[in-house]
């Protein structure tokens, strides 16, 4: 995306530059800008001539000292380079007040560009450097949620969440901060920063409860996330594949989920039933667990569409030999349908909201509670 907008401005100050070539009356028109090492470096030119001869006439003339030059201004009244006729026009030496009126318009809509370009840029840095931030730590929490038997009450699991905030302390949807990084090039990183972080909760788990972490299909296929889920205790980890786009190649991440349960690792699809890209990860993968995503428990006890997509879901994972896990568990009337469907655990605010300091399984808890009443 960053070099669509790059290709954008670079257009827009080319269809100018033409503009000026053909006000100024020369073969060449330039957009000089200046340097560290000079004050006069061509950025970007409008030729009429080939490129050898192009580059020859430039290197051939002192842009310091032309006659047909307009200033480009930013808009806090600095001079940031200049528009340059290149190659003398051969009835017109001078510019009349017409065209440099023209040409003063023409360096205005440049300068509109490039200040456009560099503060998209400025933002860019800005946002890559809060995103390092995360990476690095600050401003971003992990927080874990139980997952719970249906039956039983019993915790056996919880998935680790990260929460993310401004330097202002202002909370940042962890959608949003994900998409960034990704768009920015380090999604990857951050995710593995949030699983280092999510590995160190696991001491904190009920004995023999299970940890589930978030990954992308794209961060599985890296070999440092393998390093780090085999870091801990595998046979205690589920990895939650979060991926809502078409996998490229499903060979790959097959192969790479097949080595992670070699060693213990089980495999979750998050969203179940939410779109094309769940349905395909569990056709392909044959997870050990299955998510029913929210959209298909909230409000369930009141929508027979919902119960027939749960029904039907419950019953795939089943023939799959796969735990079914329903995400959004809020209200105990839907608790009680998600348990008559059959399906094996939940999550949710009815449950357990998520906390950074759990305390499931030290005696009778509100989880147990709410499912044994």
Request: hydrophobic share 45%; charged share 25%; net charge negative.
């Amino acid at each position: 995306m960053r070099g669509h907008a790059h290709d954008d401005d670079a257009d827009a100050v080319a269809q100018l530059l033409d503009l000026a070539r053909d006000i100024f009356g020369t073969p060449v028109a330039a957009l000089t800008r200046p340097t560290v090492t000079t004050p006069h470096h061509v950025e970007q030119t409008s030729s009429a001539l080939d490129p050898h001869s192009t580059v020859r006439l430039l290197a051939g003339t002192d842009l310091a000292a032309a006659a047909l030059t307009v200033d480009v201004v930013r808009p806090d009244g600095v001079a940031d380079g200049r528009l340059v006729g290149v190659g003398d026009p051969p009835h017109r030496p001078r510019l009349d007040p017409r065209q440099l009126e023209a040409l003063h318009v023409v360096a205005a809509l440049v300068a509109g560009v490039l200040h456009h370009r560099e503060r998209r840029r400025a933002e860019r840095d800005d946002r890559l450097a809060s995103l390092d931030a995360l990476v690095a730590g600050t401003g971003r929490t992990t927080v874990v949620q139980p997952i719970v038997d249906l039956r039983s009450g019993r915790v056996v699991g919880a998935e680790a969440l990260s929460r993310f905030a401004s330097a202002s302390g202002v909370a940042r949807r962890p959608e949003q901060v994900f998409s960034d990084a990704r768009s920015s090039g380090i999604g990857v990183r951050l995710e593995q920063a949030a699983i280092t972080s999510a590995l160190r909760m696991l001491p904190t788990l009920p004995p023999g409860a299970y940890l589930s972490v978030n990954a992308s299909a794209e961060a599985l296929l890296d070999d440092r996330t393998h390093e780090l889920l085999l870091s801990a205790v595998p046979d205690r980890l589920v990895v939650e594949i979060t991926e809502h786009d078409p996998v490229a190649d499903y060979g790959a991440l097959t192969e790479a989920t097949s080595r992670l349960r070699g060693h213990g690792v089980r495999v979750a699809v998050d969203d179940a039933g939410a779109g094309f890209a769940s349905l395909q990860h569990v056709l392909h993968l044959t997870p050990d667990i299955v998510k029913l995503d929210i959209a298909f428990v909230r409000g369930i006890d009141a929508d027979p569409a919902r119960r027939a997509v749960a029904r039907a879901l419950v019953g795939f994972a089943s023939e799959l030999g796969s735990t079914m896990v329903a995400e959004g568990v809020e209200r105990q009337d839907e608790l009680a349908v998600l348990t008559d469907l059959g399906v094996d655990c939940g999550q949710g605010y009815l449950l357990g909201r998520p906390t950074p300091d759990p305390r499931w399984g030290a005696g009778p808890d509100d989880t147990t509670a709410i499912l044994l009443r």
